[in-house]
């Protein structure tokens, strides 16, 4: 089994006796309904069996060569998406390549991630660093309509078309989009960029009906960008499909599968240790990314009706020096899930240095691996120590089966851990509130508009008219 759920880091906070009896029961359930589709969403577990289906398809085949393609004609890529359309991806290249894969890329494109802001001067930066470079854009919207994406769309399609001199077919032949499922003989009911794809003959690819964006990455949504940074997608999705395997038996008590037992200890430190906010703390900052991954994972599947641990992640050592005192110090709100990595190939030695002006030599003939790690157990049992407990998760390596084994433990860990708790882990209502406040505001206009501007004047005492 790839990964280890280590509990030494814990300071004793682990239940026992007839709870941890009571908690793994719950757990169990949860996992049965989740294996049997008797929870609450269950028509969006299409993610449960895909790491073993997926590679069969036409499509899967057909990521290979498109990335293939576009690594023939593009210097960069945009990747334009927001939410579980981009994080997913970005987290994958980040942890299998690089931070820096931009910087350090051979024979494939830059891959820049775009569609997840609004801000004027984001856009300013990218067409700097994108000016005069052949590029292709992958949008990625079950819809079309979300208004970062939508607007970013908008702009780079027209920007694609300057930089190939107007002619409409070669810029369509740059265009790749990633949507919902073309099914003949219907029109799709909100598709407005599977419409626009079907007018402009771009290429196709689909994000599952039945899976949310949070849990796509490894399917076309994340999949395309990823073959197209160079990454190994039979290596990806073969991490995941060995962790379906592994955690598709639940077995009797707390040792026997580490991705029940994540969840149980979850809701062991939330419903009786009074937990409110669960931190992911890594070694690696090729990680960062993946730790934002894990907070729309977990925020947006737990957080509603009231309910649910807040995500946060940080990067250790660098965060001890800004986060590291109220961590230590702070409410007792806190627990920690760490993960970490065995040593890299490229193993960096300290060595001995005349006069030891730096006081350093006592590192002479250690490697950096061996330094972090040590942060890392000290870290560890200073937070324990001030009753910050941490769930270690333990990997050989950062390659790309590990973070598909990875990837797959946090998704189905999530869902038991939402059904462990009472929620829907599939569905993100709360999500759509300030959506619809925007488009009132920015005058879109409808008579559903024109109630919730009225709502706003009424309650706030803002008029969306004035500018």
Same mark, same amino acid.
């Given at each position: 089994?790839? +990964?280890?759920?280590?509990?030494?880091?814990?300071?004793?906070?682990?239940?026992?006796?007839? #709870?941890?009896?009571?908690?793994?029961?719950?757990?169990?359930?949860?996992?049965?309904?989740?294996?049997?589709?008797?929870?609450?969403?269950?028509?969006?577990?299409?993610?449960?069996?895909?790491?073993?289906?997926?590679?069969?398809?036409?499509?899967?085949?057909?990521?290979?060569?498109? !990335?293939?393609?576009?690594?023939?004609? !593009?210097?960069? +890529?945009?990747?334009?998406?927001?939410?579980? %359309?981009?994080?997913?991806?970005?987290?994958?290249?980040?942890?299998?390549?690089?931070?820096?894969?931009?910087? /350090?890329?051979?024979?494939?494109?830059?891959?820049?991630?775009?569609?997840?802001? #609004?801000?004027?001067?984001?856009?300013?930066?990218?067409?700097?660093?994108?000016?005069?470079?052949?590029?292709?854009?992958?949008?990625?919207?079950?819809?079309?309509?979300?208004?970062?994406?939508?607007?970013?769309?908008?702009?780079?399609?027209?920007? +694609?078309?300057?930089?190939?001199?107007?002619?409409?077919?070669?810029?369509?032949?740059?265009?790749?989009? /990633? @949507?919902?499922?073309?099914?003949?003989?219907?029109?799709?009911?909100?598709?407005?960029?599977?419409?626009?794809?079907?007018?402009?003959?771009? $290429? $196709?690819?689909?994000?599952?009906?039945?899976?949310?964006?949070?849990? %796509?990455?490894?399917?076309?949504?994340?999949?395309?960008? *990823?073959?197209?940074?160079? *990454?190994? #997608?039979?290596?990806?999705?073969?991490?995941?499909?060995?962790?379906? @395997?592994?955690?598709?038996?639940?077995?009797?008590?707390?040792?026997?599968?580490?991705?029940?037992?994540?969840?149980?200890? $979850?809701?062991?430190?939330?419903?009786?240790?009074?937990?409110?906010?669960?931190?992911?703390?890594?070694?690696?900052?090729?990680?960062?990314?993946?730790?934002?991954?894990?907070?729309?994972?977990?925020?947006?599947?737990?957080?509603?009706?009231?309910?649910?641990?807040?995500? !946060?992640?940080?990067?250790?050592? /660098?965060?001890?020096?800004?986060?590291?005192?109220?961590?230590?110090?702070?409410?007792?709100?806190?627990?920690?899930?760490?993960?970490?990595?065995?040593?890299?190939?490229?193993? *960096?030695?300290?060595?001995?240095?005349?006069?030891?002006?730096?006081?350093?030599?006592?590192?002479?003939?250690? %490697?950096?691996?061996?330094?972090?790690?040590?942060?890392?157990?000290?870290?560890?049992?200073?937070?324990?120590?001030?009753?910050?407990?941490?769930?270690?998760?333990?990997?050989?390596?950062?390659?790309?089966?590990?973070?598909?084994?990875?990837?797959?433990?946090?998704?189905? !860990?999530?869902?038991? %851990?939402?059904?462990?708790?009472?929620?829907?882990?599939?569905?993100?209502?709360?999500?759509?509130?300030?959506?619809?406040?925007?488009?009132?505001?920015?005058?879109?206009?409808?008579?559903?508009?024109?109630?919730?501007?009225?709502?706003?004047?009424?309650?706030?005492?803002?008029?969306?008219?004035?500018?």
């Amino acid at each position: 089994m790839a +990964l280890k759920l280590n509990t030494d880091y814990t300071g004793g906070q682990l239940p026992a006796g007839a #709870l941890a009896a009571e908690i793994y029961a719950r757990a169990k359930q949860a996992h049965l309904d989740l294996e049997n589709g008797t929870g609450q969403g269950a028509g969006m577990r299409g993610w449960l069996r895909f790491p073993a289906e997926y590679p069969k398809t036409e499509e899967y085949g057909r990521i290979k060569a498109t !990335a293939r393609e576009i690594a023939e004609q !593009a210097e960069v +890529l945009l990747v334009i998406g927001i939410g579980g %359309s981009y994080l997913g991806a970005r987290a994958v290249i980040e942890a299998v390549k690089s931070r820096y894969y931009n910087e /350090t890329r051979e024979n494939t494109p830059a891959i820049y991630f775009t569609g997840n802001t #609004l801000s004027e001067s984001d856009y300013a930066d990218l067409d700097k660093l994108i000016e005069g470079k052949k590029f292709c854009i992958n949008v990625i919207s079950k819809s079309g309509k979300t208004l970062e994406c939508a607007v970013a769309f908008r702009y780079y399609k027209a920007k +694609l078309l300057e930089s190939c001199n107007g002619d409409a077919e070669r810029a369509n032949s740059r265009i790749y989009v /990633t @949507t919902d499922p073309y099914e003949p003989g219907r029109a799709p009911e909100e598709g407005t960029l599977l419409k626009a794809a079907l007018e402009h003959g771009w $290429r $196709r690819f689909v994000v599952p009906k039945d899976m949310g964006g949070r849990y %796509s990455v490894l399917s076309a949504v994340g999949l395309l960008p *990823i073959a197209c940074a160079g *990454i190994g #997608l039979d290596a990806l999705i073969a991490g995941a499909a060995a962790a379906q @395997t592994a955690y598709e038996r639940p077995g009797e008590a707390f040792g026997e599968n580490p991705c029940i037992d994540y969840a149980a200890l $979850r809701y062991y430190y939330y419903r009786h240790r009074r937990k409110a906010v669960e931190i992911f703390a890594g070694y690696e900052p090729s990680m960062v990314m993946f730790g934002e991954w894990y907070k729309q994972l977990l925020g947006e599947s737990e957080g509603k009706r009231g309910q649910g641990l807040f995500p !946060a992640a940080v990067t250790f050592t /660098t965060d001890l020096h800004s986060l590291g005192q109220y961590i230590q110090q702070g409410r007792r709100i806190l627990f920690e899930t760490v993960l970490t990595f065995g040593q890299a190939a490229n193993s *960096i030695a300290l060595w001995e240095e005349p006069g030891d002006g730096d006081g350093l030599n006592y590192l002479s003939g250690k %490697s950096l691996f061996e330094v972090n790690r040590t942060a890392f157990k000290a870290t560890a049992l200073a937070h324990a120590k001030g009753r910050c407990p941490s769930l270690v998760l333990e990997l050989p390596r950062r390659d790309a089966y590990n973070i598909g084994w990875l990837i797959y433990f946090f998704e189905k !860990a999530c869902a038991i %851990s939402g059904y462990m708790i009472g929620v829907n882990p599939f569905d993100q209502d709360g999500v759509e509130q300030y959506k619809k406040f925007m488009f009132a505001l920015l005058g879109k206009q409808g008579k559903k508009h024109d109630q919730i501007r009225a709502l706003i004047k009424r309650t706030y005492g803002l008029d969306a008219n004035e500018k």
